[in-house]
Nanobody, 125 residues
Framework: QVQLVESGGGLVQAGGSLSLTCAASGRTFSGNAMGWFRQTPGKEREFVASISRSGTFLYYADSVKGRFTISRDNAKNTVYLQMNNLKPEDTAVYLC??????????????????WGQGTQVTVSS
């Protein structure tokens, strides 16, 4: 199995930046497509971004396109989410997810098999 641990969350002013890191352990990391989701109280888990096994294919939710960048380093068993020009509506718990059975955009939470516990991102106005 794959264990995922997120880090890098915190408090930032609107317009600022944060970089999130997801560290993986267990099975071969490179065999998993990875995604970032976010969740706020009373809302469904929202797709943020995904990246294919080799990093060739990248997908972003419209709400973050142009501001966030997903990347991975298979040699380090890590996936990253660089967040720029943050807005108050970006406030959420950000979760890292992975699956060995990826096909397509992978924007649905139920398509993933492994989840981290999340890291809090708070953007103040």
């Amino acid at each position: 199995q794959v264990q995922l641990v997120e880090s890098g969350g915190g408090l930032v002013q609107a317009g600022g930046s944060l970089s999130l890191t997801c560290a993986a352990s267990g099975r071969t990391f490179s065999g998993n497509a990875m995604g970032w989701f976010r969740q706020t109280p009373g809302k469904e888990r929202e797709f943020v971004a995904s990246i294919s096994r080799s990093g060739t294919f990248l997908y972003y939710a419209d709400s973050v396109k142009g501001r966030f960048t997903i990347s991975r380093d298979n040699a380090k068993n890590t996936v990253y989410l660089q967040m720029n020009n943050l807005k108050p509506e970006d406030t959420a718990v950000y979760l890292c997810a992975g699956t060995a059975q990826a096909m397509g955009v992978m924007a649905r939470a139920d398509e993933y098999d492994y989840w981290g516990q999340g890291t809090q991102v708070t953007v103040s106005s």
